[in-house]
């Protein structure tokens, strides 16, 4: 389970003729600005009110932005502490005994496997693209409502459907363009036509698979600083088990011990 869940969001054959709802809004781009390579020209006006009508729902592009550190557990296994405005990253690994701080940007940082310091050169650098992969997958799952304009990827509108709790909802395809390290991954996601809010995801491995990997619903949003996160991914099953799918120990913060990014202790 953990490899597909890896391979989930490092970054939708859904047949429908269904229109996009008409609207005579313009996008909203004003106040939710697309990011640099996001695909406004193969991307649908339609889609791209909804995403904004997301933005909006989830507290709005502004708190977005000052939002500073978030924290969290995924899966109740490794632990993640994000300065989004400088992109460092401190990931523990308790079941290993490790913890791994890096740059996003630069590739730069420490690690401590077992109580000693790697300082090999190769050895380190590995570990950096394992935080970065890390990083890439985990947030995805907590923040992807706020991602949806990112750079590399296509938005188009599927149109309405129900979710598998019976909410009506209207359906975004994401496709990515040379972004990520899975760029030939494909989500559908559903966006409640009352809340606004994405609340069921469906992942699909390769744009041209007819089934998703799997579709899970996004559940207990909760506010967090000035936005809104959702930490319950529902189940999966595996060996006729079930398994929980959530993101606990969430936090938003203005400050945090800075130490917890200068060093691996």
Known sequence: MQKLILLSALLL???CNEQAPSTSEEPQTAANPAADGFDLAGSDSAAIVIADEV?????GRAAWDRTHYLNWTFLSGRKLLWDKYTNRVRIDFPSQNMTLVT????GQGKALVDGQEITEADSLASLMDMAKGTWINDSYWLVMPFKLKDSGVTLTYVGPDSTQTGAMADVLELRFEAVGVTPQNKYLIW?????????????FANASDAEPGFTTPWRDYQSYG??????????????GQEFPLLLPDISVSDSVD????????
């Open 13 to 15: 054959l859904f047949a």
């Open 258 to 265: 800075e130490a917890l990014f200068l060093g691996v202790n």
């Open 55 to 59: 933005m909006e729902a989830m507290g």
């Open 103 to 106: 740059d996003i940007e630069t």
């Open 191 to 203: 966006v409640g036509q009352e809340s606004h809010l994405m609340e069921q995801w469906a992942f």
């Open 226 to 239: 000035d936005i809104l996160l959702s930490g319950d991914r529902g189940v999966r099953l595996r060996d």
